[in-house]
């Protein structure tokens, strides 16, 4: 990994983290065998304002992949600006069907 990569991952953490009021604990990374030499971390945060999971997945040693979740049973919700009488859903189809 770059250091320019590692700086610009930790600064978009940092901020993320510090909208939800800071964070107060990180638990114990949970690992999940997958395919191959994959493993899966899952790692719970504890913000003052919400909890989400950081969850990677290495292969050899290498990260493949990086995202956020919501803790489990927790639904999705608008940000507090968002005005959602704004906007409305419909199906759409991709592609030639």
């Known amino acids: 990994m770059s250091a320019v990569f ?3 991952l930790r600064l978009a953490g ?8 800071g ?3 990180i638990e114990e990374p ?8 994959m493993v899966r971390v899952r790692i719970p945060v504890i913000c003052i ?3 989400f999971i950081v969850v990677t997945s290495v292969d050899d040693g290498l990260l493949q992949g990086l ?3 919501a803790c489990d049973g927790a639904e999705w919700r608008p940000p507090r600006y968002v005005d959602v009488d704004r906007f409305s ?3 759409i189809l991709l592609g030639n069907g």
Do not use: F, M, P, W
């Not at 940092?14 to 009021?21: F, K, R």
């Not at 949970?30 to 030499?37: Q, R």
């Open 6 to 8: 590692a700086e610009a």
């Open 49 to 51: 304002a919400s909890r």
């Open 30 to 37: 949970v690992t999940e065998a997958g395919e191959g030499n």
């Open 89 to 91: 859903e419909r199906d």
């Open 67 to 69: 995202r956020l979740d």
């Open 23 to 25: 964070i107060t604990a």
């Open 14 to 21: 940092t901020t993320g983290a510090a909208g939800q009021g």
